[in-house]
């Protein structure tokens, strides 16, 4: 392929219902007085042709376009059909079905990805990436989920999600998962494209698409999103400080207010290719970070990169490709710690950086890929101010300082089909880096179609997460300091499985992993008057995780029955992990009525979750929430898709956990609704 790198104002719950009951009255009417046409069972049959192969595809797992089947990673493919029955509103909708992965809130609104079993603050185990390029810009914590939590979906194309480590071909953070989000480019759009929702707590999203092909030459695509919400607006649990007798904000609501704009783009002319996306983000926060309802909190985010890529077709089995790119992110926060008390946090983080990358086809049953990377990263524009009122704060001893990193890896893999049933993948790479040294990550794994339509995977790889530099700067902070000494975290991974198509339109696959993680990066343990990093512990992580999918065929064509089932046993220190669940399950339901309509349902089974280490309060109970779609598509010639969802459709009343200094856990949403409609022009 030649794209590099691979060949959420107002609260009215009943506006979205009667929006959406009288769209679906003028789209049924109109499709009544319209006779079916002769070519619209073939239309359909095609399209559900193409759809398929999208899902069956995948480019993440070994930067080369393969086939699902074939590929030695865990993967799964969510395609733009798939995100549209969900009623997905953001990326992590979108996740929440995803084996293996879970989602669950942080007290200063920010949401967690779980993966297989392990769970942190800032999700800095998992890359995420936009067509291929790294999200992991904000340097002080190293996640990309401050900004991309809450990306929108209308321009989303495709989300590849590969389960195991991924620093062998993508080095830093590539640690349990990498999620690759592809959106749409001007082929895909070829004209205008207008969307719009509007759900319950005041969610509102407007999106607005354009795209051409100048011949072979020229294309260009750009995309403006923008996105708000008022907060799912739950009771947060009582402050701890109002029950030692100090002052404090009284319990009420949630205060996780959130609005978005957000630019993409996609331009090229003889080959070459300029992308980029930036971003802006305002919120509040779920509660403040000293458990105090936080109604002062705002958080303002902006994110933006730009990218110039090129493929230059040297050969007839040699390519090279090649980039070059601009990060930016910056944040300045206005935090309201206590009733009275505020501070003040700010930084901006930039990085810039290239990559080179050969791919040579040696047969057709053999490709190698062979690549060296570069990165300067730079943290500058630290503020640290703090004060009884917002209007009235001091300097005092920052949060982090000023500093730079520069970095480089080498990586090589060839994917060769010994014989057509048997796959095999080698590869590696090594990163340097200025401030702690070298990393050393190879993968290695086989694919076998031992008897026709059932295979045997297998896969070996390490995975490594780099230190942030929160985590190392030494710094005067009465609270606060680094450690310059860190070494990366480390990560083994086992995975074996079985996949099997046994009839037509059925694929079940089954996945036992094992993953060792070492050297884990956390607080020394016993400090309590000054936090500070060390390298200690170790993490267990092993699991199941069970998937199957029946694709309907004859007059139910486009409908299907999905489910996938995961049980994970996580031990840190030989003790099992909080907060997160021994089990969890997805069932999923989709039935085509015909060619324009369908329902959709979604259950989320989730199992309880224990607490850790001297929490005495009773496990925070599983739940099972329901979610309904009903999904219409391809009316006034094609042009006009609709849908409304149901979420929690039993208003079931559920809890994430908190923290052990919070005497309750964190309230989610009840029922609500959210209705959409997309245009193409």
């Not at 759009?189 to 207008?194: F, P, S």
């Not at 704009?261 to 070459?272: A, C, R």
């Not at 983080?349 to 791919?359: K, S, T």
């Given at each position: 392929m030649n794209d590099w790198p691979f060949h959420k104002l107002g609260r009215n719950p009943q506006r979205p219902l009667a929006a959406a009951v009288a769209i679906v009255l003028a789209a049924t009417l109109e499709n009544a007085a319209s006779a079916a046409t002769a070519n619209s069972d073939a239309d359909l049959e095609d399209e559900l042709k193409f759809l398929a192969a999208e899902r069956q595809t995948v480019v993440t797992a070994s930067k080369l376009q393969e086939r699902v089947e074939k590929t030695v990673a865990t993967t799964a493919v969510i395609t733009q059909d798939d995100i549209r029955h969900i009623g997905a509103r953001n990326l992590l909708d979108i996740l929440r079905v995803v084996p293996g992965l879970g989602i669950t809130q942080s007290m200063l609104g920010v949401r967690e990805i779980e993966v297989r079993g392990v769970k942190t603050l800032f999700s800095e185990k998992v890359l995420i990436m936009l067509n291929?390029?790294?999200?992991?810009?904000?340097?002080?914590?190293?996640?990309?989920?401050?900004?991309?939590?809450?990306?929108?979906?209308?321009?989303?194309?495709?989300?590849?999600?590969?389960?195991?480590?991924?620093?062998?071909?993508?080095?830093?953070?590539?640690?349990?998962?990498?999620?690759?989000?592809?959106?749409?480019?001007?082929?895909?759009?070829?004209?205008?494209?207008?969307?719009?929702?509007?759900?319950?707590?005041?969610?509102?999203?407007?999106?607005?698409?354009?795209?051409?092909?100048?011949?072979?030459?020229?294309?260009?695509?750009?995309?403006?999103?923008?996105?708000?919400?008022?907060?799912?607006?739950?009771?947060?649990?009582?402050?701890?400080?109002?029950?030692?007798?100090?002052?404090?904000?009284?319990?009420?609501?949630?205060?996780?207010?959130?609005?978005?704009?957000?630019?993409?783009?996609?331009?090229?002319?003889?080959?070459?290719?300029?992308?980029?996306?930036?971003?802006?983000?305002?919120?509040?926060?779920?509660?403040?970070?000293?458990?105090?309802?936080?109604?002062?909190?705002?958080?303002?985010?902006?994110?933006?990169?730009?990218?110039?890529?090129?493929?230059?077709?040297?050969?007839?089995?040699?390519?090279?490709?090649?980039?070059?790119?601009?990060?930016?992110?910056?944040?300045?926060?206005?935090?309201?710690?206590?009733?009275?008390?505020?501070?003040?946090?700010?930084?901006?983080?930039?990085?810039?950086?290239?990559?080179?990358?050969?791919?040579?086809?040696?047969?057709?049953?053999?490709?190698?890929?062979?690549?060296?990377?570069?990165?300067?990263?730079?943290?500058?524009?630290?503020?640290?101010?703090?004060?009884?009122?917002?209007?009235?704060?001091?300097?005092?001893?920052?949060?982090?300082?000023s500093r730079n990193r520069d970095r480089w890896g080498l990586y090589a893999q060839d994917v060769w089909d010994i014989v057509p049933n048997l796959r095999v993948t080698l590869g590696a790479r090594y990163d340097e880096y200025n401030d702690f040294g070298g990393t050393f990550n190879p993968r290695l794994g086989f694919n076998w179609e031992f008897i026709k339509d059932y295979s045997l995977k297998f896969s070996y790889g390490t995975a490594y997460r780099a230190p942030a530099f929160g985590e190392l700067d030494l710094i005067n902070n009465p609270l606060l300091s680094g450690n310059p000494n860190l070494r990366p975290e480390q990560a083994e991974t086992f995975e074996t499985g079985v996949v099997a198509r046994p009839l037509a339109g059925l694929t079940t696959q089954a996945i036992y992993y094992h993953t060792d993680i070492s050297d884990i990066i956390g607080p020394v343990p016993g400090q309590n008057a000054l936090l500070q990093y060390t390298n200690s512990g170790s993490m267990l992580s092993e699991g199941v995780e069970l998937e199957s999918r029946y694709e309907f065929d004859g007059s139910f064509q486009g409908s299907y029955v999905a489910a996938n089932v995961v049980y994970q046993h996580t031990l840190q220190n030989s003790s099992q992990v909080p907060d997160v669940p021994q089990a969890r399950a997805n069932l999923l339901l989709n039935w085509a009525f015909d060619s324009h309509w369908s329902a959709f349902g979604h259950v989320l089974i989730k199992d309880s979750t224990h607490r850790g280490m001297g929490d005495s309060r009773a496990e925070v109970p599983g739940y099972a929430l329901v979610d309904m779609s009903l999904l219409g598509q391809h009316f006034f010639s094609k042009r006009v898709d609709i849908s409304f969802t149901i979420y929690n459709l039993f208003d079931k009343t559920y809890f994430d956990p908190a923290p052990a200094s919070i005497p309750g856990d964190y309230q989610q949403a009840g029922r609500a609704y959210f209705g959409h409609i997309n245009v193409r022009y």
């Open positions: 291929g390029h790294p999200l992991d810009h904000n340097l002080q914590n190293a996640g990309s989920t401050w900004v991309y939590d809450d990306l929108p979906v209308d321009t989303i194309k495709r989300v590849e999600v590969v389960r195991g480590p991924g620093s062998a071909l993508y080095g830093a953070n590539a640690f349990l998962a990498v999620i690759n989000i592809i959106t749409q480019t001007a082929k895909d759009l070829n004209g205008v494209q207008a969307s719009t929702g509007w759900g319950s707590f005041g969610a509102q999203q407007y999106r607005a698409s354009w795209g051409k092909q100048y011949d072979n030459t020229a294309e260009a695509a750009l995309h403006f999103n923008y996105t708000s919400t008022a907060g799912i607006g739950t009771p947060v649990p009582q402050d701890i400080l109002s029950q030692q007798g100090q002052n404090s904000l009284a319990p009420g609501n949630s205060q996780l207010h959130e609005g978005r704009y957000d630019l993409e783009w996609h331009t090229g002319y003889q080959g070459f290719k300029l992308d980029g996306r930036y971003i802006s983000k305002r919120t509040g926060a779920f509660v403040g970070a000293a458990f105090a309802l936080s109604d002062q909190t705002v958080q303002n985010y902006d994110n933006y990169f730009l990218q110039l890529s090129r493929t230059w077709q040297i050969a007839e089995r040699f390519s090279i490709d090649t980039r070059v790119f601009h990060d930016s992110f910056n944040f300045d926060n206005l935090l309201q710690l206590k009733p009275d008390f505020f501070e003040h946090v700010a930084l901006d983080n930039q990085r810039n950086g290239g990559e080179v990358q050969g791919n040579y086809r040696l047969s057709d049953a053999q490709t190698l890929i062979a690549g060296f990377s570069y990165a300067e990263d730079a943290q500058s524009g630290i503020v640290d101010e703090a004060g009884n009122t917002a209007g009235q704060l001091q300097a005092i001893p920052p949060f982090g300082k």
